[in-house]
């Protein structure tokens, strides 16, 4: 349902666009502007090595996304990425801890016109130590698809935290 909805604000939006003319969709283009990086807060719950990295190098891309601010608190609007890990092998096999962890992600949006945070998606993977940096651009990536889902309710809340002067 939401993918059908998706389409048809993308068609009729680009059918709007090409019907204006030339001149008319170049000023459109520059009037719009650039929209602002969505706060993203990073709550980390992770004991081990490998999860207290990965959560490192998590918070330092989106430190340098253009399309993400990460934030200190979960005001405002934006979304909510919730990491806890466990060392997998604590326990089972001293020589192997601080290498690979299981790593629970949950990823839910927030804003000051919502009761509490909404549930978006979770997963869990293993990461090890030296593949931290590779799932932090995967996490990173997931955010941005599940900002582009959510597109439509992330500017209807944006517009209710910021409603037109009259």
Not at 106 to 122: A, Q, V
Not at 123 to 130: A, D, K, L, N, Q
Not at 143 to 157: C, K, R, S
């Amino acid at each position: 349902m939401r993918n059908r909805q998706i389409i048809w604000l993308a068609t009729a939006l680009a059918l709007a666009l090409l019907t204006l003319p030339p001149a008319g969709r170049a000023r459109a283009a520059d009037a719009a502007p650039a929209p602002s990086p969505l706060e993203v807060v990073v709550d980390c719950r992770c004991p081990d090595v490998v999860g207290q990295e990965f959560c490192a190098t998590l918070k330092d891309h989106l430190r340098a996304s253009k399309s993400f601010h990460l934030a200190n608190a979960a005001t405002g609007l934006g979304m909510g990425v919730h990491v806890s890990s466990i060392d997998m092998w604590r326990g089972i096999n001293d020589q192997l801890i601080d290498r690979m962890s299981a790593v629970s992600v949950t990823f839910t949006i927030f804003s000051d016109k919502l009761p509490g945070e909404i549930y978006e998606d979770s997963s869990v993977f293993r990461v090890g130590i030296h593949a931290t940096d590779k799932m932090s651009d995967k996490i990173v990536a997931a955010l941005g698809q599940i900002a582009t889902v959510n597109a439509a309710a992330l500017a209807q809340l944006r517009a209710a935290a910021n409603p037109p002067a009259h």
